[in-house]
């Protein structure tokens, strides 16, 4: 079965510092995997995806993650924080067509000025 | 392109009432699924259609029910409403692969309370 762990559900940076929000997932099979982030009170905007192509994936508003196998990790980065990345951040996880993709329980982004 | 579409987007409702949320999708995807949103449980999976059929279902309680029509758009129907499903509906649409799972999209969510 398939599954998803957020090592830290609370992360807070200084403005212009790196960000790195890690998750780690299990899974059966080749899995897709993605970030979404949702700003308070709105709906999941989707950051990047991976679907085993390049194993380093860009995504919007300068963030990318990497896919390592090995470590079965999807950790998302990013060089500068800047304060509108303030916001929950969840990793997702999908193992199998037309099965439910699986959240985690979301990483709080804190970014002081 | 439109994007994910949910009305209404704020909801007051009493306790033994019943609700019925609509979603519109993206213009194209077939596959529509309902997510609960609190801050106690996260995001739950509550139900996905596609083609008009429940093709994957949550742990939710019966009272919790959903259908799709054939333009894709969907609804979701509470009954008997408690407190606890006070909560931020979430609907997503997605496109059909036929080797890969595709993202999906999702819409600005309903807020419902009950009181």
């Known amino acids: 079965a398939q599954s998803v762990t957020q090592l830290d559900s609370h992360v807070s940076v200084s403005e212009g510092t790196p960000v790195l929000l890690r998750c780690n997932y299990s899974s059966s099979y080749s899995p897709s995997l993605f970030w979404y982030v949702q700003h308070p009170n709105k709906g999941l905007q989707l950051l990047l995806k991976y679907t085993s192509a390049a194993t380093l994936v860009k995504g919007i508003n300068g963030f990318e993650a990497e896919f390592k196998k090995s470590e079965t990790s999807f950790h998302l980065t990013k060089p500068s924080a800047h304060m509108s990345d303030a916001a929950e951040y969840f990793c997702?996880?999908?193992?199998?067509?037309?099965?439910?993709?699986?959240f985690g329980k979301g990483t709080r982004l804190s970014v002081i000025a | 392109k439109a994007g994910v579409t949910q009305t209404p987007r704020y909801l007051i409702k009493t306790r033994g009432q019943q609700v019925t949320l609509s979603c519109s999708p993206i213009s194209g995807h077939r596959s529509v699924s309902w997510y609960q949103q609190t801050p106690g449980q996260g995001l739950q999976f509550l139900f996905e259609?596609?083609?008009?059929?429940?093709?994957n279902k949550g742990n939710f309680p019966g009272r919790f029910s959903g259908r799709q029509f054939s333009n894709s758009r969907s609804e979701m129907n509470v009954s008997t409403l408690e407190l606890g499903d006070s909560a931020l509906y979430l609907c997503?649409?997605?496109?059909?692969?036929?080797?890969?799972?595709?993202?999906?999209?999702f819409g600005p969510g309903t807020r419902l309370t009950v009181t």
């Open positions: 997702v996880v999908s193992d199998q067509r037309n099965t439910p993709l699986v």
């Open positions: 997503a649409s997605s496109l059909e692969g036929r080797w890969v799972t595709y993202e999906q999209y």
């Open positions: 259609y596609f083609s008009e059929t429940q093709r």
